[in-house]
């Protein structure tokens, strides 16, 4: 008589998730006006992490990419490091 092995269940992934898909943090959160939420889904050059490096889903990736966004706009968050002056005619 042969006993199957085959009784373990094992779910150990090591597949990233989506943080905010888990609640880990919570969709609320995400608002421009949540930098330190915000801060952890950019490089510190200012960038908008990757999706791969962030383990966020498509749909989250591109909340969090707006709100970065809508900070930038109000200054929240840089744009870039460098800041170049626009040239202007006096
Ligand atoms: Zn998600």
């Known amino acids: ?33 949540n930098v330190d939420v915000l801060k952890n889904f950019i490089t510190e050059r200012g960038k908008i992490s990757s999706r791969t490096r962030s383990g966020l889903c498509a749909k989250h990736q591109r909340l969090i990419a707006g709100e970065v966004k809508r900070a930038r706009m109000i200054a929240l968050l840089p744009f870039k490091v460098e800041y170049y002056r626009s040239s202007r005619k006096s």
């Open 1 to 33: 008589m042969a006993e199957r092995s085959s009784g373990g269940r094992r779910f150990f992934r090591k597949k990233k998730y989506c943080k905010l898909c888990s609640g880990e943090i919570k969709e609320k959160e995400i608002t421009y006006k």
